[in-house]
């Protein structure tokens, strides 16, 4: 016969410990793609300090213009770093903050999951319950934005409901 190893890389079908045809999607290309509406937000406001600094470069205005200017950019640079407490206990679509048009041909149905980005996660990464994923609010920061923890999580919290649907779990 053919080693099951190479069938699996080649068709993503592989037998499971029980005997059971199982598939794997390849989650290679899988994105976060939702931060991307906050690093908008956050270039926004980082371009408006950077244009301060070079207008006082300039002589545009003094140092205390310079300074109050500063102040408030200040403000909404930390709030656009900082968007947690903005998008925390808000719901969205998985289909929106997951990129993986191979999952959501496998299972339509997951598009539409709810996940939510949670202000009570605090030692936990991500939790599936009541058919609702939860995030923890720290993958809205800054650091985090162009992580592959929140894959990992993602994938990791996803692979739960699918052994749910399947009657694997």
């Known amino acids: 016969g053919v080693d099951a190893e190479k069938v699996r890389q080649e068709t993503g079908w592989f037998m499971g410990l029980d005997g059971e045809w199982r598939y794997e999607i390849d989650d290679s290309k899988a994105k976060f793609v939702f931060p991307n509406h906050i690093k908008e937000i956050q270039d926004a406001y980082q371009a408006k300090v950077d244009k301060i600094k070079k207008d006082f470069a300039d002589g545009k205005f003094g140092k205390n213009a310079f300074m109050n200017r500063m102040s408030r950019a200040k403000l909404y640079t930390d709030w656009a770093n900082d968007t947690a407490h903005y998008f925390a206990d808000q719901t969205f679509p998985l289909n929106k903050i997951l990129e993986h048009p191979k999952l959501f041909e496998a ?39 162009n992580s592959t923890e929140i894959i990992d999580v993602l994938l990791h919290e996803i692979q739960h409901v699918i052994q749910y649907l399947e009657g694997f779990a």
């Open 107 to 145: 299972y339509p149905r997951l598009k539409n999951m709810p996940v939510v980005f949670h202000s009570e996660l605090r030692n936990e990464l991500g939790q599936v319950n009541d058919g609702i994923m939860y995030l923890n609010t720290k993958y809205l920061r800054k650091e985090y934005l």
